[in-house]
């Protein structure tokens, strides 16, 4: 009785380990075809409320800048 209970409580934890084995591998294959079709979620999004981007670099610059921070171009009134 000891041992068939030993044997049931390996088989189960067995079971749950693959269980969670596959869950992890659909997961991260999910989330390699997302970044492969170019629609991956980032969890954080950008704000660009209250800047100007830079014609030179493409960089965020306050609004009330008149040279971009990142290459020194002068930014558009």
Same mark, same amino acid.
């Given at each position: 009785?000891?041992?068939?209970?030993?044997?049931?409580?390996?088989?189960? $934890?067995?079971? %749950?380990?693959?269980?969670?084995? +596959?869950?992890?591998?659909?997961?991260? =294959?999910?989330? &390699?075809?997302?970044?492969? $079709?170019?629609? %991956?979620?980032?969890?954080?999004? +950008?704000?660009?409320?209250?800047?100007? =981007?830079?014609? &030179?670099?493409?960089?965020?610059?306050?609004?009330?800048?008149?040279?971009?921070?990142?290459?020194?171009?002068?930014?558009? =009134?």
């Amino acid at each position: 009785m000891d041992q068939t209970l030993l044997l049931v409580g390996l088989i189960v $934890a067995a079971a %749950v380990g693959m269980l969670a084995t +596959i869950g992890i591998m659909r997961r991260q =294959r999910h989330q &390699a075809e997302q970044e492969a $079709a170019g629609t %991956v979620d980032r969890p954080l999004g +950008i704000s660009t409320e209250g800047m100007k =981007r830079c014609p &030179a670099c493409g960089f965020g610059n306050l609004v009330t800048d008149d040279t971009c921070a990142s290459c020194g171009a002068h930014l558009p =009134r």
